[in-house]
């Protein structure tokens, strides 16, 4: 009888090393994580940013987006202004197409007219990477004291 006793904790014992195992298992995929994903989306935004196969014309949005917005560009006799958070911003009056647009529809004439490239569709990731960076551009405060 006691032999039989012995079996059963092992058996259990046993069983309980497997069951702790089984639970050790690889982690279930865990959800994307949505600071991440935007985060890669700016980046490959900013790598849009200078490059010239967006266009014909061999210029970037940096040609006139100075160091990716944060600066001051010129057009010929035009200033452009530095960015600072322009999703807050938009839809708004664009001038040089002389109507309201959104963030995306100001990108894709840049696109269009600068750069002399064809507008990407509203469904490319290219677009959304664009315009996430482009609304990731915040003027840096400076510190006051
Ligand atoms: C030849 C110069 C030039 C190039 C190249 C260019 N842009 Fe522009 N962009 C302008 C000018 C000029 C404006 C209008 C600025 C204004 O109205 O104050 C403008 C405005 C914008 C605005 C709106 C800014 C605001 O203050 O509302 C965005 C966004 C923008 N451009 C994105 C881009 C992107 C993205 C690219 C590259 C695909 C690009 N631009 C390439 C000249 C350029």
Redesign the pocket.
Same mark, same amino acid.
């Given at each position: 009888m006691k032999k039989m006793t012995a079996l059963i904790l092992i058996v259990l014992f046993l069983g309980l090393i497997v069951f702790t195992y089984a639970q050790k298992e690889e982690p279930k995929k865990m959800e994307a994580d949505p600071a991440a994903e935007l985060a890669k989306s700016i980046e490959n935004g900013k790598k849009?940013?200078s490059d010239t196969s967006? =266009?014909t &014309?061999g210029? +970037? *949005? @940096? &040609? *006139?987006?100075m160091e990716g =917005?944060t600066k001051e560009?010129k057009?010929g006799d035009? +200033?452009?202004?530095a #960015?600072d958070n322009?999703a807050a /911003?938009?839809p /708004?009056y664009? =001038?040089?197409a002389k109507k309201v647009m959104t963030?995306d529809q100001? @990108? @894709? #004439? *840049?696109?269009m @007219?600068?750069?002399k =490239?064809k507008p990407l569709a509203w469904d490319d990731q290219k677009l959304t990477d664009? +315009?996430a960076?482009?609304a990731s551009v915040k003027k840096v405060e400076k510190k006051k004291k």
């Open positions: 849009l940013f967006l =266009g &014309s210029m +970037t *949005c @940096n &040609s *006139c987006h =917005g560009g057009m035009m +200033t452009i202004p #960015w322009l /911003k938009y /708004k664009f =001038g040089m963030l100001v @990108n @894709n #004439w *840049c696109i @007219n600068p750069l =490239g664009l +315009t960076y482009v």
